[in-house]
């Protein structure tokens, strides 16, 4: 599978700024996924990151909040903008899923807390 | 978003017991998966299913597809330490991003 690296692994931010967080792919992936993973919770898919397009997002999930980049087959960004505490969360890169037989997987996530 | 309903929410049980979980939905799946989580881990994936009646297994775990498509159980047999975690079963439609279930914790005593 895949070897996927995020950046950064964890960090704590100031209310109101704004993170990018990095996802490196050692190989050439068709689709990327963007996740959310509040404390104690399940995983939620934010959006998918499309290379060439505009990032779907999910119900719940907008551009001007959580704006993504998908420059080229093996590296994407999320960034997290104007944060709250709320946005505390672990959020997690994943790649795969295309197609029959082909299973997600995932990064070790970045871990943010916001003061 | 959706979540599917995983059961139990959390055990804790003895070594070498055997474990049992599993994942109902009100839709249906073409795609089964089942994860761990390690703490500051992210999922790492232990089984993967892609046919109903599907029963595949990974040593000490094995999984199946409900005939159903709406469900999935996973077995661990002979439970060790290092078998502690969060388990979270996925499902998978037509499209191809994931639902995850919300997730099972397991304990596990010498």
């Known amino acids: 599978s895949a070897v996927i690296s995020q950046k950064p692994s964890r960090d704590i931010c100031q209310r109101g700024t704004s993170l990018t967080i990095q996802c490196q792919v050692d190989s050439q992936v068709t689709m990327m996924f963007w996740y959310r993973q509040q404390p104690g919770q399940s995983l939620t898919l934010i959006a998918t990151?499309?290379?060439?397009?505009?990032?779907?997002?999910e119900s719940g999930f907008v551009i001007d909040k959580f704006p993504i980049s998908r420059p080229n087959l093996t590296f994407s960004t999320l960034t997290v903008s104007n944060m709250s505490p709320e946005d505390s969360s672990i959020y997690l890169c994943s790649v795969g899923g295309q197609g029959a037989g082909q299973p997600q997987h995932f990064g070790d996530g970045t871990r943010l807390s916001i003061l | 978003g959706q979540q599917l309903n995983q059961s139990p929410q959390s055990m804790f049980i003895q070594e070498g017991e055997d474990v049992s979980m599993n994942c109902t939905s009100s839709?249906?799946?073409?795609?089964w998966l089942w994860y761990k989580q390690d703490p500051g881990e992210g999922p790492v994936l232990l089984i993967a299913l892609y046919k109903a009646g599907e029963l595949t297994s990974n040593g000490r775990l094995t999984a199946q597809f409900g005939i159903t498509r709406k469900d999935s159980f996973l077995n661990i047999s002979a439970s060790i330490p290092s078998d502690v975690g969060i388990y979270f079963c996925?499902?998978?439609?037509?499209?191809?991003?994931?639902?995850f279930g919300t997730g099972t914790r397991l304990q596990v005593t010498l």
């Open positions: 990151a499309n290379q060439g397009s505009e990032a779907t997002y």
């Open positions: 996925a499902g998978r439609g037509t499209a191809s991003k994931l639902t």
């Open positions: 839709s249906i799946f073409n795609t």
